[in-house]
């Protein structure tokens, strides 16, 4: 799949949908090649979802670097703002965004630079405080009040970064499978070189392949509690495919870093707007027992511990999912 950057203009200007990037309009072209031929029931429903999901992406040059993403609901509704996880996409939420739209919300679901369908930063400016810079000048280009902000895993520090620079952006927050991570020096050295083996050397070939069962039983064994949908792996393990190595790699050495990982307790106490953790008791990647104290920080903070759930919530219980936020942000 390609990942060229096209020419499009560096300010923040939405693109029309029939441009898009390269891997955008490739992926487009594979899937309607496939639902002209010969499916199955199963198949074929699977890909029409797929091309719904894909005719409603939109584009936006961020920072110079063209942006995949989505919106739904009313343009009035209060902004609620979807951030993906490492090394995933905007179709991660495809569950969520409809609705949450249906409850009223505009809710925008976008791809980190080098993520899903966004273009690769010639940069390398895979860095939080990077992420977290785009998600300011999106915010300001599609002009966005003040937001209510959802993140999944490593979105949540971009998240939390954006909240400490930009207070007066959040209505409120929402984390899911995110926890307070100690530094460790050993780690710090040996986890990105291993992330870097498994994610770019071992899954990435494999899923280009075709091979996604491979990175379905690994989801199954390590990371969740529960049985995804078929439908739904094959679409999450599309972002494997997207995905620049790069983005992987230097994010990886972000979250090893001390200043980091010692700046999400300082950056958490200093959010006076409501704010909710929301952790999977059988995460083993963040880790409820580093979650729940993480709250104590929070001047408005919540915390809820989803009983057998890993760290894949948006596929493992999407629908509990949706209920968690309509509560929360009808509360707020």
Not at 12 to 30: L, V
Not at 96 to 123: E, Q, T
Request: proline share 6%; aromatic share 8%.
């Amino acid at each position: 799949m390609a990942s060229q950057i096209d020419q499009l203009p560096e300010s923040a200007m939405a693109q029309p949908e029939t441009q898009g990037t390269a891997k955008y309009r490739t992926y487009c072209a594979e899937v309607d090649a496939a639902l002209a031929g010969s499916l199955s029931t199963n198949e074929r429903k699977r890909l029409e979802h797929q091309r719904h999901l894909l005719s409603r992406a939109k584009f936006i040059t961020v920072n110079g670097v063209v942006h995949h993403y989505q919106e739904a609901g009313p343009a009035d509704g209060a902004p609620l703002v979807l951030i993906h996880g490492w090394d995933c996409s905007a179709f991660w939420w495809h569950h969520i965004i409809d609705p949450l739209a249906g409850s009223g919300y505009r809710v925008i679901s976008y791809d980190l630079k080098g993520h899903g369908f966004s273009d690769p930063d010639p940069n390398e400016g895979y860095t939080v405080a990077g992420f977290s810079a785009d998600l300011r000048t999106l915010a300001d280009a599609l002009n966005l009040k003040a937001q209510h902000v959802a993140a999944f895993s490593l979105g949540a520090f971009v998240a939390l970064d954006y909240a400490d620079k930009h207070p007066d952006q959040i209505r409120s927050l929402t984390f899911f499978n995110f926890s307070e991570l100690p530094f460790n020096t050993f780690a710090a050295k040996l986890v990105p070189g291993v992330l870097d083996t498994v994610f770019n050397r071992i899954l990435r070939p494999i899923e280009r392949r075709g091979l996604w069962w491979i990175p379905y039983i690994y989801a199954l064994t390590v990371l969740s509690k529960n049985t995804a949908p078929v439908n739904d792996v094959k679409l999450a393990t599309l972002s494997l495919r997207c995905c620049d190595p790069q983005a992987v790699r230097v994010s990886a050495r972000e979250l090893s870093r001390r200043e980091i990982l010692q700046a999400v307790p300082k950056q958490m106490a200093g959010v006076k707007q409501p704010t909710l953790l929301v952790a999977g008791a059988g995460d083993p990647i963040m880790r409820p027992a580093a979650a729940a104290p993480l709250m104590n920080h929070a001047r408005q903070g919540t915390y809820l511990e989803v009983p057998k759930c890993g760290h894949l919530i948006l596929f493992e219980l999407p629908e509990q999912v949706v209920q968690i936020l309509r509560l929360f942000l009808k509360g707020t």
